[in-house]
């Protein structure tokens, strides 16, 4: 595990002024924890702040949103961003998911004030309310048409909607117990859930009804995603002929994320178990790199980098604090990761340091959604923030 930066959340706020401070410290494993400060002592001519390190650390290139840092003595560098623009009036109480169309014009929330709404991505503004779920809503995403949103609930339902009139086009019951996420098979005609019954279930949406179970885990499922899988990957045989409303499944694998510490690759035709690898602690989601490259995350902090012909031993072990990793997003050539202590930041292979999304404090970043530069997180907090990597 390689050293971590941190700055204060609202370091943004705290430089806005002169001799203004920001609290820093870098915690390396087995290391006592370096801690320093950064000061703003002017700003330039074309008006960026003039910011200066304490000892030990070294500030580089600076903007009106972001900062970079360095700690020499652990060979560590993080660039923080601040939100370009947050949204604090979508939803009352803690946004547990949210997702932007693939357009980048629409955004989709649920939150623990018992709403789900749809709103314009560029200011927040709400534009439909989608009602009909009775208690939580877990889960949202809009299909690739960014027309239509999927749900999952408390209630054991998933829900299809329309976001141009928010009627709910098509109900789907079976499960058990509560939907804890969801996937869509290519263009929408069916669609994957998962619950806490410990099922994930395979759905036709134009017939409204399960085309069968893909994987029955004896434990909660907390995350699924599906991807194309490696053709050197044997994905075993349907032991029936799949229904002519299968749409997209062949050749295909759903990864589960499962409570029981487990995380299972299946067939999705075929249903048939692909792999099975436990790690250190219940799994909360999951998400492809690529057709070989997947990740996972755990309740206790790490990041697990697999690949999916030989998942005897993870690629690499990414942990930078012990809180539960939230959600990972695939984005450009690395990823995003949110977690429970509000931290939020990507990883990718041309950067030689980490980006760090900043200003959520210690409250839990819950999902992660991105529209070509831009990026979007949803905390207990409350707030929706909206990143813009142009400014980087």
Known sequence: MAATLRIQSDWSRALSRDEGEAWLSCRSPGKATLYGSVTRRGLSSDGIPDIVASEGFVVGEVTKKSILISCPHENVSTKFLAPYTSFCRIHQKSITCLD???????????????????????????????????????????????????????????????????SCVVTFKGHKGGILDTAIVDRGRNVLSCSRDGTARLWDCGKSACLGVIADCGSPVNGIAVGTADSSLNLGSPEKPPSEREVGTEGKILLLAREDKKLQGVGLQSRQPVFLFVGSDAFNCCTFLSSTYILAGTQDGNIYQLDVRNTNAPIQVIHRSGAPVLSLLPYRDGFIASQGDGTCFIVQQDLDYVLDLTEADCDPVYKVASWEKEIYTCCRDGIVRRYQLSDL
């Open 100 to 166: 932007i169309s693939s357009g980048g014009g629409l955004g989709v929330s649920t939150s623990t004030d018992g709403t789900m709404k749809i709103w314009q991505a560029a200011n927040g503004e709400i534009r439909r309310l989608l009602e009909g779920h009775v208690y939580d809503v877990n889960c949202c995403r809009f299909f690739p048409s960014g027309l239509v949103v999927l749900s999952g609930g408390m209630d054991a339902q998933l829900k299809i909607w329309s976001a141009e009139d928010a």
